[in-house]
């Protein structure tokens, strides 16, 4: 993670920094009247970007596999964390008043390459990911795009925006999970098998952060964005033919995790509309 906060230390001084220097060289030109330098600055408008970052996934969660007809089941701790760059596109309204503040709307889509995947024993007397008598297990995912819906509250320091936002977010995780029974086949079934299921679930939560933003020019903004969201939790089954099962029952593997998403990015966009 420590990679997250340089992120996030960078970003903050770009956004103070860099648009203080485009004003100050604005002001110096000769043909740049005072009444222009004086306006009053108003955020209210549409606006449209683009941003660059990093996502760090993580959640607890544990792997099962489950012979109901022993009632024996092989629990082992499997939680899915990953991390990631991100980048994408963002919209919005805003609307400043009452002088300072600042509300608003904005929807945005992020893509990314999320990864996680992990093997695991199928009884305590296996070994993952090696090829045993027992057999093994394994769990997997990937997320590829996220996007938020949310409302923004800020106030306005001249050039300088200080929000929070918070709202709906949605993305799509592509599970998998795999079970390799060799000669004595999982568990105490004597039967050998392979089997996978894949699987996609589109998932819904809430999304929360925190931002600065920077006004430089007329129409150009830069940002620093920090976000966090919430999934719930996901759950995935590989059921196991009833010949492994004893004939009798059910047997196979279960993966159940949280999914939390951390996300910190920073971003320019054009602002319709001057002051």
Not at 231 to 244: A, E, K, V
Request: glycine share 14%; proline share 3%; charged share 15%.
């Amino acid at each position: 993670m420590r990679w997250f906060g340089f992120a996030i230390v960078s970003a903050l001084v770009g956004v103070m920094s860099v648009p203080g220097y485009a004003d100050d060289a604005a002001k110096k030109l000769p043909n740049n009247p005072p009444s222009e330098i004086a306006a009053p600055v108003n955020w209210t408008g549409f606006y449209i970007g683009g941003d660059i970052g990093g996502l760090s996934r993580k959640g607890s969660g544990t792997s099962d596999f489950f012979q109901t007809s022993e009632s024996a089941h092989t629990i082992q701790g499997q939680s899915s964390t990953s991390s990631s760059g991100a980048g994408g596109v963002y919209a919005g309204f805003n609307w400043q008043f009452a002088p300072s503040w600042v509300a608003g709307i904005e929807g945005d889509w992020q893509w990314t390459h999320s990864q996680f995947s992990a093997c695991r024993q199928t009884d305590t007397a296996s070994l993952a990911c090696t090829e045993n008598s027992r057999g093994f297990g394994a769990v997997g995912d990937d997320v590829r795009s996220f996007g938020t819906v949310r409302g923004r509250l800020g106030i306005a320091f001249d050039r300088m925006l200080v929000y929070g936002t918070g709202g709906v977010a949605f993305t799509e995780v592509r599970s998998s999970l795999g079970l390799d029974c060799v000669p004595n086949g999982c568990g105490s079934s004597a039967n050998p098998t392979t089997a996978a299921v894949e699987s996609s679930t589109r998932k819904t939560g809430w999304v929360a952060g925190v931002g600065i933003e920077r006004m430089f020019g007329q129409n150009w903004v830069i940002r620093a964005e920090y976000q966090h969201a919430d999934f719930g939790n996901l759950s995935n089954t590989l059921f196991l033919p009833t010949f492994n099962c004893f004939n009798n029952g059910v047997c196979g593997l279960s993966w159940s995790r949280e999914m939390h998403f951390d996300i910190v990015r920073a971003g320019l966009s054009y602002k319709f509309g001057g002051f």
